[in-house]
């Protein structure tokens, strides 16, 4: 009966974590973010998914142009960048896809950004963060093979005092992922 309920659940961000942080292993549309190949899989769809608070947490929708012509993907969420805890919350995501033969390729741009204010009563503190990214993704192998490179310019991040001076600003940031 387990089986059966699995087989026919939908995909979800929750779904996906609560079996373990399975996105390597499950495929679905919430690992196009991670593998923008895989944006060739699905196409025409429109989700939401709204936090226990009632807040908005990822919107996104994928449009087929036609097989000539791709898939294109767009996302806003608020999961961020997941290796900076607490930095750049809110990301838009602009996903391409298209098949190449047997192979697809997947191509995307990520903006991060996000500015807290202190709310400590003798504290105007402001922190803003910022950060870029770009995805490219190939699946291929009769779809067993996805591989994917992640570059991120940031987060970068300023810290601006009661005074509005930079209190404390890094020379840069990077980070790159296979």
Request: proline share 3%; charged share 20%.
């Amino acid at each position: 009966m387990v089986m059966c309920f699995a087989l026919v659940g939908t995909a979800s961000d929750t779904r996906v974590m609560t079996m373990g942080n399975v996105n390597n292993i499950v495929k679905d549309y919430h690992n196009v973010q991670m593998y923008p190949s895989t944006i060739n899989f699905y196409r025409n769809i429109v989700f939401g998914e709204v936090m226990p608070e009632g807040d908005m947490y990822r919107f996104g929708a994928l449009y087929d142009f036609g097989a000539d012509n791709g898939v294109v993907g767009l996302y806003f969420d608020e999961t961020g960048m997941m290796s900076y805890d607490g930095m750049a919350d809110n990301r838009i995501e602009l996903i391409y896809g298209r098949p190449f033969g047997d192979t697809y390729f997947g191509f995307g741009l990520s903006l991060y950004s996000d500015s807290y204010m202190s709310e400590a009563e003798d504290d105007d503190t402001e922190m803003k963060d910022f950060a870029l990214g770009v995805d490219l993704g190939l699946t291929m192998m009769d779809d067993l093979l996805d591989i994917a490179l992640s570059f991120v310019m940031g987060p970068n991040w300023t810290i601006v005092d009661d005074a509005g001076n930079d209190g404390a600003e890094p020379d840069g940031n990077m980070s790159i992922g296979f």
